[in-house]
């Protein structure tokens, strides 16, 4: 993978964390967050996907590197859901 595709992949799960987060209304950070929450969330909406047996709908092919767009985006959704969700307790509990 080169050095252009890693920028590429790094924007695309940018945008996908930040999708994720404004559909559950948190925000955990910055960019490098957002990158980090798309990145976690194209692997947990990938594990919803195979557990349930349900199809991958886009898929954008990065340097040989499959990266599903919308199970990203669902996965993203997932993750800050359960970030706001642990955040919530921490300062509950304070």
Do not use: D, H
């Not at 050095?3 to 404004?22: D, E, K, P, T």
């Not at 195979?50 to 709908?57: A, D, G, H, K, Q």
Request: net charge positive.
């Amino acid at each position: 993978m080169s050095l252009l595709q890693l920028i590429l992949l790094l924007v695309i799960a940018a945008i996908c964390g930040s999708l994720g987060q404004a559909l559950i209304g948190y925000s955990a950070g910055g960019c490098l967050v957002s990158i980090i929450v798309g990145i976690i969330g194209a692997y947990i909406g990938m594990w919803v996907a195979n557990e349930f047996n349900l199809p991958v709908f886009y898929t954008l092919n990065i340097g040989g590197k499959p990266f599903p767009i919308i199970w990203s985006i669902i996965g993203s959704a997932i993750f800050a859901a359960i970030l706001a969700l642990i955040n919530r307790l921490i300062r509950g509990n304070r």
